[in-house]
């Protein structure tokens, strides 16, 4: 890997996420709503006692003199703490990002294995009726409202046939442990995950199969049939490996894309991971939290991004120069 490359990609990385700090100060103070009229919720307080409430929650002082001291306490990893729980943001945060983990990488791992062999059959045999069905389906799959296919799933499965959990990660009072809870976590799990994974599968058997179709017809495919190598091998070892690169940054481009359809999918099914506390926070205008999940959710999608900008140098040798 060529250093300057590398040198490059770093640079803009981390411009990137400055960027993103900056913004995410100005971002949610733009917002209409006083957090601390929200939080009091007494239209008989004084002023006075107004005025000590926001300085205990730091937002007195001119706006220069509070971002200052923003971007200072995070490069500390100080996030600060929650207006409406009273706990730091981190310890807040990350009580919900294993619950968002389990979800998103369940959905995620699913959607580009079944979008991957979905896209390849359907290009393998295009202008057959399988291609022709799978790609009405995928299209309407991808065309859908996450929220909206969420609620259908929700209502069928839930409410009148009862085959799943209505809410919530695990069921409430039951206490169980070992085997026995993580069966209820994975029947609490199933619903959310299928309702976040369709729409992806959608998408990435669509990019597969116009990229494999780009790659079919290239010269070098043809050379590989004019040698008599069978269709699975021509696909195998020719074709596919070449249409991944773009389903390698289309993946990482969609990791910030999946949290926005987490919040959505956990609000539904009161899922209680980082989409169901950014839903809460944005009720409650409650900046810090909402600063640290942004913050979090850029770094993450900035990272995936480097590191697939990293990995298609490896697999495209024309990016390295």
């Keep these: 890997m060529n250093r300057n490359f590398l040198a490059t990609k770093l640079g ?95 959905a995620t791992v699913f959607a580009i294995v079944i979008g991957m062999v979905v896209g390849v059959v359907a290009a393998a045999r295009r202008g057959t009726r399988v291609d022709i069905w799978s790609l009405t389906l995928m299209l309407l799959l991808y065309s859908m409202p996450t929220f909206w296919l969420a609620i259908i799933l929700l209502m069928l499965l839930c409410v009148y046939w009862r085959l799943f959990p209505i809410a919530g990660m695990v069921t409430p009072g039951l206490g169980l442990t070992g085997l026995a809870h993580w069966g209820d976590v994975l029947r609490h799990l199933f619903l959310p995950a299928v309702s976040l994974a369709l729409v992806l599968v959608g998408e990435y058997a669509l990019i597969m199969r116009s990229s ?40 990482a481009m969609n990791l910030g894309l999946v949290i926005g359809g987490a919040i959505q999918t956990e609000t539904v099914f009161s899922w209680p991971g980082l989409g169901r506390l950014t839903y809460d926070a944005l009720l409650s205008r409650d900046y810090p939290v909402l600063q640290g999940i942004f913050l979090l959710i850029t770094v993450a999608v900035v990272g995936a991004n480097f590191l697939a900008d990293i990995l298609y140098g490896y697999l495209d040798p024309r990016v390295k120069a």
């Design 212 to 251: 494999l179709l780009d790659v079919l017809s290239e010269d070098y495919i043809v050379t590989a049939r004019a040698k008599g190598l069978s269709e699975r091998r021509v696909l195998q070892e020719h074709a596919v490996p070449n249409a991944m690169l773009p389903m390698v940054t289309i993946i």
């Design 12 to 106: 803009q990385t981390l411009l990137t996420v400055i960027l993103v700090l900056v913004l995410n100060y100005f971002l949610f103070r733009v917002m209409p709503g006083d957090p601390v009229r929200l939080l009091v919720r007494n239209p008989n307080m004084s002023t006075e006692a107004l005025a000590r409430v926001r300085e205990s929650l730091g937002l007195t002082g001119p706006w220069y003199a509070q971002f200052a001291r923003y971007m200072e306490d995070t490069l500390r990893g100080n996030l600060g703490d929650s207006f409406v729980q009273r706990k730091p943001v981190l310890e807040v945060v990350g009580e919900k990002v294993w619950p968002t983990v389990l979800l998103v990488g369940t």
